[in-house]
């Protein structure tokens, strides 16, 4: 019998993040204020704890994690390697498949690698209380699973139309003892003044971010603070566990490298997860594929420009060295919420300007019928938002077939899709179009970025 | 770091089913027509390939798993052994609590360990398609997902109300392929007379039953047979690669055999898999309770007499010795479908005459406040029918307590409640009412098999 999984014990999991801000040829510019000032610590201090701010601006490659930080994720990590044989042999390629499962978390995504430490940090600073936005919603469920273990209030501001559209992972919160609310809500000068304007809008996660944001900053006892749930450093840097579990289960499976590295990338944090451990060792020398894959609906990583920008759609967030579709940008509804952001993380975005980065766009309806090959393969149900890393990986593993050669594939299975059955459901009734963004539509969002500072487009010429 | 998992690997995995029915001390007792005459394996060839009529009359101890099969479980199997580390430390209690957490299948449950046996015996067979019912959908999904991977047919009656309020079940076996439709439906002849007799009818598992029949055997082409996820012996049979995996993990774990071992139990097979090896134990002398839990609202195995009954409500089926409500009986609308039956296995039920098993019952408060317990320790959201094993553990554990003494608690995690939030709603919105059938309640519905034969009820004394 082929092996169909890698498994670790608790003994093999990473005792430190892997920070690729240390290894990065050409460095990371800083984040700004509006007017150009470079942010320090200090600015970031009301929104988050500084424990977490250290970690954001750290140089340090390696950051030690906490033993109780390793012992809540031992919960359900080490998570499986798993190996694709079946859609192997669908494929006839000679690819060799290994996917990374993070389904097997409480919540059912990657998301609780970060929100375990971010919870635990919070605490160890006594805040007590944490504000965050969720659209689809697998970001709170992971946050309130995380302040529920740690006996910490959670409050989500929650986008309205996921609000009312998907009572399931509303639910999954309530269970877990968060307290989630629709954005706009009537809490917030922010959500205030946008029903005052707009009663009946749906929301939109910039509202929500405003609104948490707000919501952290006004408690008068500091003992509130903001999360973010992709995008800033510290986040990605937690999600590093993935990659260096990988590289030890892939020894495991006599494996020496993969030649190719795939994820999913929204904000970014889980493809960072899988990747940067690898980034590491292409920038050692070793001839690996690193490829982050965003939705041709919010093509950020493939045809936006690298700008300033900032983190949110009202514009209170410092402003990022990013490539961006432009904070008023609104994706298309696409059921891949987590794909559905205008940036992506600083990180990420280095790496690309840095060649060490190969990212793809790929349309919602191949993502989808790649999911159903996946099904009837593999036989479990990806998220939408994974399912985009799997279009990649058959597309690779075809490739492989045609050019008659062995290759090894990784890539992070970030979610499961057992929320998400709705998007199947209107793909199977062929209600979904094909969605790719126009240049047009990039040009007119690129306004809002005219009167912004530009980042310096480094890059050491390695790659 | 107190380990917080036991793994093995595909190798690890057992190479036979086991039979409680060879160590049974007086044996079992054969189904029956309506007027008392034993059912041969011919009288069931329509119903079921014969493959699986001869596991279901085996009297062999032990009953090799085909190779396919076995790579087949090898997708999910072995399942994690875990210890509840945070729920020990909750209730103060000096019992280690372990649990086979058998929510890690692509289903959510443990429903495809025998899903997937019974649709490759039935390939093997020659047949092309499989019927079935369902109610909450679990076994459905379980059967779709078995047939997509097999190439069969699968056509799911899924009873009306569950059909309306569960549609996420329903896209789930979409996704694997199925054909899942509502019933009554206008497919059969049961259907249709329903229909017409009354149009609005929320529909019921005995109705479903029927129809799921009636569509295998008015095949004339003799491609269709029919499934049935849970009661007879084969069914639970498939299941004992659960207890058998537990006793290696809990060897792994330090420990010699569990003081008790608890399940849920509808129709049986879930508390089947996890104790019937551990009662081969007991039978050859070890000192364990078995203890199947079922609902209050349908207290089965606690309050209803032991005879012959049908397993379905039409009374299309052999009547079968078991424990039995009557088959008129109507459980109330509790949110455990999966404990909704009216009987229990015959093999659970010889058990519980013999003395081997312990059965107890437990109403949906306590289950749903034991649940709430368990997702804020242990961190995972439990199916509503696995909550009443969680419940009876969490007695067990608390007895311990006060009764200053160690303990090995071992339960099986049946499935997860992802596709089951509203229930959990509905309890924390106080909507739920504390559910117990009464004795006049159960009397009424014994009038049903005042005219039907009687089994003996033979017990060795030996417990």
Known sequence: MVPRKYLLSEDDMPRCWYNLAADLPTGMQPPLTPDGKPIGPEMLAPVFPMNLIE??????RWIEIPQEIQEILARWRPTPLRRAVYLEQHLKTHARIYYKDESVSPPGSHKPNTAVPQAWYNKQFGIKRITTETGAGQWGCALAFACNLLGLECKVFMVRISFDQKPMRKLMMKVWGANCIASPSNE???????????????GS???AISEAVEAAVSDTSGQTRYSLGSVLNHVLLHQTVIGQEAQKQLKQAGEKLPDVVIGCAGGGSNFAGIAFPFVLDKINGANIRLVPVEPAACPTMTKAPFVYDFGDTAGMTPLLPMFSLGHDFVPAPIHAGGLRYHGIAPLVSQGIVEGLLEPQAIDQLTCYKSALTWASTEGTICAPETSHAIASV??????AREEGKEKVILFCYSGHGLMDLSGYDRYLSGELPELRLSDEEIQKYQKSLENLPKPERRKSGRW
């Open 205 to 207: 996660l910039g509202i």
């Open 394 to 399: 058959i597309d690779e593993a075809v490739k």
């Open 188 to 202: 917030t000068h922010a959500g205030r003044d946008i029903l005052a304007r707009m009663p009946d809008t749906p």
């Open 55 to 60: 970690q954001e601006v750290s140089q340090e």
